[in-house]
């Protein structure tokens, strides 16, 4: 048998806008979610509350535990003195109740269990911890000068700084110049359904129901810590409210969940992380501020781009945001330079959040185009038609299929942007200044080698396609059964399709709009593999598993998907209260699978893009070090009331060098740029040029007439 | 959460005694707040004492003119029924610009007025709060102070009141009927909420055990018809005010017969801007007008750098409000201005 590469699949079903096949379920309430599973072997479970630090920095003398343990129901309160061992504890954010250290504010310092949620909580609410704290530092305001330093390299495996040409001789000689900074604010997933775990221990094998973007990372990545073999965990997620990265990593509540599973053996453990616990132990977006400089020509063409970056990290932990990357590759221009810095500071870890790198550096870089255009005195659209590189100006490699320009001039046209008066100020509606603002998105073109899917011929012609993907509310379930018939050729009602569970083959993360593209390539090869092992008629029985290595078509070329983002705004007169009336995407990002889903990818992104213009902000407070806006009372996200027009549009393409589907990826880009847009549109509403965000009422409270 | 005794007595002496005699007993209404300071750990009663469903539920109109609104009555309902939408538009205003619709469903009239401060540090029982622990310290002063008192705050507490329809019920005079051991008492809704001073823990004037059991607003009049509730946020439903302003105008021609300002967002209470009132009554309407009468009043605020912006944002949303009542006035009367 020799393995092939997956080949390009006609369309049949792919391309079909088909409904949710889970829609039923989860609108009725009879999907369950992770702590909603009961079953034999989980029912009567015992209920894990956490206990968290109250100092940001420094050291636990004693864990008293008493008045808990007092209290009817409570069963066992773990501390790092008495919790189960862990095999390994190089990753400080997993090493839970390991040492009496404490790297931030929130992290986990003991562990109730409980008969009941409610009296785990009071015993958790019982529990006193004595600390002996240290001076902490918390924000980068407070970080100095020296705690910045250059990570080895940046998320997503970017180098940390990139140079071409010669920058400040570029600048210099530059008719053109801009310059600013440009900042967001630590931001969090905030995902409906809250991170939880039901996990039982039998002995010989940990089963665990978790809220995760990739079941067979969280095994991998646990094992070595609870001191097992990868096969002694069985991690299941059937379905997941929503992630936007922050379930795409194991975070230290499952670590917590399956210590508590093993420290009672035989019974069940269930744990569910508060909304405000989320704050501080299942990842954000950390503070970003960006240092953009640009030299242009007199008509826009740029000449000199430098794209510096700062931020925030965690002193137990680092993950550094690739803020700077999308100016590698955006536009045209001769010299170029981009680096990161960031500071480790005593601050909960962060980690993936929606377009991590291209969502705070495309509103940098965005809102500098903007202020280019002004200066400059050409068309923000125009501006950037102007600045299409002919060749990837990170790789030197050609593109394939880069469409920006198109996506730019349908939206411009779509949109009614010819009519858009040039200068701000210049529309007012009654009570309202009335501004338009554009930008350009982009996300790269991502796939995830590893993937394994096993296609298997059952009775009456009907195929079971199994892998260890997760749905987390994307639409990847209705997806790959669309791409699984195309491949087998057959109608996707004959597919059975089984993921969420690492009994299945193995598969990567719910993540970097790579889900999709990486486990359909695993589908196509091994139904291709499949036919041309057991022909048109198999057996029933016959199996065949492909593991997609690798997709070499991609070799040599750039490939990134890219949009155009248009915005109407509406800022009030009186309060400043800024509404956005109007959005609208166009977007090149290869064949679109189902456009029911994928629109809803693209909605949703744009949704989150103006949550991040307007509202979201995790206020950090520098005395305490934790986030204080810690529910959604106090951390705002776009309410109903706040998405007005929406509209979606995208380019008829395929890209079969990105995938034998013709596909790349749909999950992220519509929240790049989407900021930006906003802000340019504000800009242009009350000529208040907003470089910080989020944009809210008081920036824009008696805007004074323009000069 | 704390074990607790859940009672529901069908008789209002029976609860006021209740609790009168607990000092660890609460009432508990629609539980929209409550329930979050549960499991929040803000509070720990041995007793609930459940009055949502004592017959305190109707809105009747007294012989005098006077609209008596019992505290049971839903937000969703006292913000539909026809007379307030008709003669007290400020107050269905106010109410649709708070929480959201199932909350308003489930929020009662008395609940709303007796809700507590959104401040983050309250709600944080983490962090030092002299509202939730007196002598503690104020975690607000020095640190996230965007929804912070511009007016009226004191060195223990300076929190602001989150209620919507506390602000529309000042503006119109309203007077809170409660009911106490020994008897019953009217508390005019100037009297009933108090600045913090010495004592953030105390958000009323309410001794422990006493029920409101209605709100009454006076016989509705030119000026309670033109009533209006503008409220500033950022996010467009679902957030506490930033500044809100319920305001009241009466116009003779060009002159100001009478005029109500009142200002949330900004104190421990709703804020009555009595002097911008008298400001501008007997005076010639002009936006400038209200805008100095606005500064008048906020002549005493104190501010830092998060809450600063609440003067030019609360004075601009007054010359809002009055100016959309005056433009109105202007309509029926067939005036030019």
Known sequence: ?707 | MKELTYVRPTDARDAVARVSDDPHARFLGGGTNLVDHLKLGLLTPDVLVDVSRLPLDEVTRLDDGTLRIGTNVRNSDLAAHPVVRSSYPAVTRALLAGASGQIRNQATTGGNLLQRTRCVYFQDVTTPCNKREPGSGCSAIGGYGRYDAVLGASEACVATHPSDLAVALAALDAVVVVLGRDGERRVPMSDFHRLPGHHPETDTTLAHGELVTSVELPPESALTRASDYRKVRDRASYAFALVSVAAALELDGDVVRDVRIAWGGVAHRPWRAAAAEEALRGETYSEEAVRAAAELELAAAVTGPDNAYKIPMVRNATAYALRGLADRSSERTGATR
């Open chain 1, 1 to 707: 048998m020799t393995v092939q590469q997956a080949r390009p699949v006609p369309n049949r079903a792919v391309g079909i806008a088909s409904e949710r096949v889970d829609g039923r379920e989860k609108v009725t309430g009879l999907a369950t979610y992770a702590a909603e599973h009961r079953d034999l072997q989980l029912d009567d479970p015992l209920h894990a509350w956490m206990v968290t630090s109250t100092i940001a920095r420094g050291r636990v003398l004693r864990v008293d535990a008493s008045a808990a343990l007092a209290l009817p129901g409570v069963e066992r309160v773990l501390d790092h003195e008495n919790a189960p061992r862990a095999a390994s504890t190089d990753d400080r954010e997993l090493a839970v109740l390991q040492d009496d250290r404490v790297g931030f504010r929130g992290q986990i310092v003991a562990l109730v269990l409980a008969e009941t949620p409610e009296a785990a909580r009071e015993g958790a609410r019982l529990v006193s911890v004595h600390y002996d704290a240290e001076p902490a530092t918390v924000t980068l305001d407070a970080a100095g000068e020296d705690d910045f330093y250059a990570p080895e390299q940046v998320n997503a495996g970017h180098e940390t700084d990139l140079e071409q040409g010669d920058v400040e001789a570029g600048l210099a000689g530059a008719a053109v110049r801009v310059e600013g900074r440009y900042s967001t604010p630590a931001e969090h997933n905030s995902p409906m359904e809250p991170h939880a775990a039901t996990a039982r221990w039998d002995g010989s094998v940990l089963t665990m129901y978790d809220s995760t973007q990739a079941v067979h990372a969280v095994a991998a990545t646990l094992a070595p810590i609870l001191g097992l073999e990868q096969s002694q965990l069985r991690v299941l997620a059937p379905y997941v409210g929503g992630g936007f990265g922050s379930k795409g990593l194991p975070h230290a509540p499952e670590v917590a969940a399956a210590m508590a599973a093993m420290a009672v053996e035989g019974r069940p453990v269930k744990l569910v992380v508060t909304r405000q616990q989320m704050f501080a132990l299942t990842g954000y977006r950390p503070e970003t501020i960006s240092h953009v400089r640009i030299g242009a020509e007199p008509d826009g063409r740029i000449v000199a781009l430098e794209h510096a970056a700062i931020g925030g990290t965690s002193r137990i932990k680092e993950y550094a945001e690739q803020t700077a990357t999308a100016a590698r590759m955006m536009y045209a221009g001769e010299h170029r330079r981009t680096t990161h810095r960031v500071a480790a500071l005593d601050v909960a870890v962060p980690s993936w959040m929606r377009a991590p790198g291209e969502m705070p550096g495309m509103f940098a870089l965005e809102v500098a185009l903007d202020e280019l255009a002004e200066a400059c005195g050409v068309d923000p659209v125009d501006l950037r038609v102007r600045n299409e590189p002919e060749l990837d100006p990170e790789t030197g490699n050609p593109y394939n299929d880069r469409r920006l320009v198109e996506c730019l001039q349908r939206g411009a046209e779509r949109f009614g942007w010819a009519d858009r008066p040039t200068s701000p100020q210049a529309i007012v509606d009654g009570d309202w200044w009335v501004g338009t603002g554009v930008a350009s998105a982009t996300y790269p073109t991502l796939w995830m080698p590893g993937n394994t899917a096993r296609i298997t011929a059952d009775e009456d012609g009907r195929y079971g396609v199994a892998i260890g993907a997760v749905d987390i509310g994307t639409g990847a379930r209705t997806v790959l059964a669309q791409i699984a018939a195309d491949a087998l050729d057959v109608d996707v009602a004959s597919i059975d399709l089984a993921i969420g569970d690492t009994d299945l083959p193995a598969a990567t993360v719910a993540g970097g709009s790579a889900g999709t593209g990486s486990w359909g390539t695993a589908i196509v090869q091994a139904a291709q593999q499949f036919r041309a092992d057991h022909g048109d008629t198999p057996d029933p029985g016959v199996q065949t598993t492909g593991t997609a290595e690798s997709y070499p078509d991609s070799v040599g070329h750039a490939l990134h998907s890219f949009g155009a983002t248009f915005a109407e705004v509406r800022v009030h007169r009186w309060t400043g209260e800024l509404r956005v009336t109007r959005l609208l995407g166009v977007y090149s990002v290869g064949r679109v699978i189902n456009p029911t889903t994928a629109r809803s990818q693209f909605l949703g992104g744009l949704i989150m893009g103006l949550s991040g213009a307007l509202f979201e902000e995790s206020v950090r407070d520098s005395r305490f070090g934790h986030v204080v806006t810690q529910d959604l009372a106090t951390y705002h996200v776009a309410s109903h009331a706040d998405v007005r027009g929406l509209e979606v549009d995208w380019l008829d393409e395929e890209d079969h060098l990105a995938t034998p589907m013709g596909s790349r990826g749909v999950g992220e880009i519509g929240i790049v740029g989407t900021a930006a847009a906003i802000a340019n549109a504000a800009h242009h509403a009350t000529g208040v040029r907003v470089r910080d965000l989020p944009l809210t009422a008081d920036l824009f409270l008696d805007v004074p007439p323009l000069p």
